[in-house]
């Protein structure tokens, strides 16, 4: 396998979009009488689920699919079970999604007692992974993961998202009780912050180090941060935490943080939309809630091939339902009119380099692609780099030929998962 140095010559032009100075307060969508939960496990037809069609689930219950599953959710409402079934994802894995209906006259923020959540890092995993921003529990608690550095990133991932900044300037004494109370529970030695140098919270943190991340897309994404700040080159095929490295959201700090503080998990996830005219909107709502019904409140109208994508416009994916729940780790929403999606094109490379100039990783992606489009993923990883991409889609942006390569290489990625995990 080639494992080249990483990052030396790109010169991209895209800044991430910063925090407005007075940002409104984000609009509240009612709570659906349905919620969508899914359940990181799939469905086994030959065992019963814990969970069938008309059961009752509480409040806080943790939602398992077997006795010995390690999965969980947990119902932000109490309600009724109305449908469990088969959730497949963009690239055809699949999952389970259980539809709740919620009794009446309650939602999530309603009173009910829920489970004691000690202080420890254990007690957390078992009930908070699901929280708004998705918080890495699990890999915190795993006794296996050699974590030496914890990078709170109140940065955005993609161009036009604000949440997390918005999160972080505004929610600042969470996110410091949240460092604290993440600090009291985990043995790792380096907790850091990683700051937009726009957002001026940069001295807040005392004890923590922090970084400044510059607005040049894509500096924020986790293997830059790795080599502009920890010195740590990122090794093709290994994750950051392969690497000791864990990265986690403002958003998840302050969800513990307010966990702990109302001594209650809380449900309600901040999501920035960018409608059809490019507008702006920032939204809370309850994880679960089906997308369309944002749509509705928001006058947003979905027509036939208009586009939805979860993410935003560098690395964002398109969903092909209106009926997708929100999920604890989506940040963004953009709606794409049919009339002006860009188009992609299934012709030839015209050899023009862009994509191997404006590539971070300095991937050789014009070959790459070839590989990718025959199907060889092994030697895509080979001789072409693939696993030292860093997915920012900088390539797939400049493309002369409209070539899908983000598309390739994030299928070509999960091929090459799927081929090594049978080896
Ligand atoms: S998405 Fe494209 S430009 Fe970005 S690292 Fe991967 S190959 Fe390079
Ligand atoms: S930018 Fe597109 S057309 Fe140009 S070399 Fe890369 S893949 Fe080929």
């Known amino acids: 396998m080639i494992k080249r140095s990483f990052f030396a010559l790109a010169q991209p032009t895209l800044e991430y979009d910063p925090l407005e100075p007075d940002p409104k307060t984000p609009e509240v969508i009612q709570s659906p009488d349905n919620l969508i939960l899914l359940v990181n496990e799939t469905l086994k037809s030959t065992k019963d689920t814990l969970f069938k069609k008309g059961d009752r689930v509480e409040k806080f219950e943790r939602i398992r699919l077997y006795e010995d599953s390690t999965e969980y959710n947990v119902s932000p409402v109490a309600g009724t079970v109305q449908r469990i079934d088969i959730f497949a994802d963009d690239f055809g894995n699949t999952i389970t999604y259980l539809v709740i209906k919620k009794d009446k006259d309650q939602d999530s923020s309603s009173d009910q007692q829920s489970p004691a ?10 009930l908070l992974r699901n929280l708004p921003g998705a918080p890495p529990l699990k890999k915190l608690a795993d006794p296996d993961l050699k974590l030496n550095t914890l990078v709170v990133t109140c940065t955005d991932d993609d161009l036009l998202c604000t949440t997390q900044q918005y999160l972080a ?4 004494a969470h996110l410091k009780e949240g460092l604290g109370i993440l600090k009291s529970m985990v043995s790792i030695p380096k907790i850091c912050v990683a700051v937009p140098e726009s957002l001026n919270i940069k001295n807040e943190f005392d004890s923590f180090q922090t970084f400044s991340i510059s607005a ?30 864990c990265f986690m959201s403002a ?8 966990a702990y503080d109302q001594k209650t998990p809380v449900f309600e996830k901040l999501l920035t939309i960018i409608g059809k005219d490019g507008a702006r909107t920032r939204i809370k709502a309850t994880i679960g809630t089906p997308l369309r ?14 586009r939805i994508v979860v993410g935003g416009p560098m690395r964002g994916s398109a969903t092909f339902s209106i009926h997708h729940p929100l999920q604890p780790d989506m940040d963004m929403i953009m709606v794409q009119d049919r009339d002006i999606i860009p188009e992609l094109s299934d012709s030839a ?29 092994e030697e895509a990883a080979d001789g072409f780099d693939l696993e030292s991409c860093i997915e920012c889609g900088l ?25 090594r995990a049978d080896i």
């Open 349 to 377: 490379c015209v050899n023009c380099g862009k994509c191997v100039k404006i590539c971070p990783a300095q991937i050789p992606v014009n070959l790459l692609v070839r590989y990718l489009a025959a199907d060889q993923y």
């Open 251 to 258: 958003e998840a700090v302050i969800s513990i943080a307010k």
């Open 293 to 306: 019904l944002i749509f509705n409140q928001l006058n947003i109208h979905i027509n036939d091939m208009d």
């Open 216 to 245: 040049t897309y894509p500096e924020a994404l986790p293997e830059l941060v790795l080599k502009d700040h920890l010195n740590i080159i990122p090794v093709p095929g290994q994750t950051p935490e392969e690497q000791g490295v």
């Open 395 to 419: 390539c797939a942006y400049v493309c002369t030929a409209r070539i899908p390569l983000f598309q390739y290489i994030r299928l070509g990625k999960h091929e090459l998962s799927k081929l």
């Open 169 to 172: 300037k505004t929610e600042l």
């Open 117 to 126: 959540i000690s202080p420890d890092i254990r007690s957390a995993d078992g």
